[in-house]
């Protein structure tokens, strides 16, 4: 794809921050285990948070959506049994004052982490749906590696990516499936939708018989998984910014009335532009956790919209 040399709106993002503040709500498909929610005091999830990627090819992996939170990571091995505990015995020599044992520690440090320290993981599985050469896969790497190919390689099957970001002293970790939009991939649309916290029903704003088409793949989606969030997600719109008023504003209303029957929150994004690809899982981050976001919403056509709040 073409970057286009004209000014495109939105195309910069400002540091917008997601306020954890009801982190106790936990309502995912599958149950974490209890007592390890996010702290409510873990202030804000910015775009300086530190991250890890991991890039994954296969249509027969499998892992759970929702792992639950568990004491260590396993991908950053850390001891949590200390070699060796601090002595707290006299020592065997003489000190300058016979009346007084000196303790003397052993010079090994404990490796130890105390409760606060300790790391705990969870893992949200992210679907991505839509007909063929849309985005979906330049919209997984830009999230996931920062980079932007404007070589398209068709995705065959499904494509499997992570992200982990760190807050405090949880690690979030984003499993993005995508799957390939040819009509012979559907039938592995169950690897991709089942216990998926969101499911992200993609269509190029180019392309309007991409957005008819999400009515199929949103009846099949939710045949899968009743319980996941969806999320109607505009493509290309460095592209679609240039239409006619006229074309934009049809496609925008018919979005919009499609979000609205999906329940579903609508963002027009751009891969290529980096426009609304961080606010997406910031956002998906927010609802599956029932926390406050306070990314501002874009309402008004010729702009990306960014519509989450009242779904």
């Not at 503040?21 to 996010?38: F, H």
């Not at 390939?180 to 309007?208: H, S, W, Y």
């Amino acid at each position: 794809m073409d970057t286009p040399q004209s000014y495109v709106p939105g195309a910069s993002e400002p540091s917008d921050q997601l306020e954890l503040e009801r982190a106790q709500s936990m309502d995912l498909p599958t149950p974490a285990q209890p007592g390890m929610a996010v702290s409510a005091d873990e202030a804000t999830i910015a775009n300086g948070y530190s991250s890890d990627s991991r890039a994954h090819y296969s249509s027969h992996e499998f892992h759970s959506p929702a792992r639950g939170y568990h004491s260590q990571d396993g991908d950053a091995p850390r001891s949590n049994h200390p070699s060796q505990l601090p002595s707290s015995r006299p020592s065997s020599g003489h000190s300058n004052h016979p009346d007084r044992l000196v303790s003397q520690p052993s010079q090994e440090v404990s490796h130890k982490q105390t409760p606060s320290q300790a790391k705990n993981s969870v893992v949200i599985k992210v679907g991505m749906v839509g007909d063929a050469q849309i985005g979906k896969t330049s919209l997984m790497v830009k999230y996931v590696e920062g980079s932007w190919d404007e070589d398209y390689i068709q995705t065959l099957g499904v494509n499997f990516m992570e992200k982990t970001i760190s807050i405090r002293n949880t690690e979030i970790t984003f499993s993005i499936w995508d799957l390939g939009g040819q009509r012979e991939f559907v039938n592995m649309l169950p690897l991709v939708c089942n216990d998926a916290v969101a499911i992200l029903f993609m269509f190029d704003l180019t392309r309007k018989s991409t957005l008819n088409s999400i009515k199929e793949w949103y009846r099949q989606g939710r045949g899968f998984n009743k319980t996941a969030i969806p999320f109607l997600i505009g493509t290309k719109y460095d592209h679609f910014v240039n239409f006619p008023r006229e074309d934009q504003e049809e496609i925008s209303i018919q979005a919009k009335r499609f979000a609205k029957a999906m329940k579903a929150s609508l963002i027009f994004s751009s891969t290529s532009h980096s426009i609304n690809v961080q606010k997406i899982f910031k956002i998906v981050l927010a609802k599956a956790f029932d926390l406050k976001c306070t990314i501002p919403e874009i309402e008004n056509i010729g702009e990306p919209l960014l519509l989450y709040k009242n779904v």
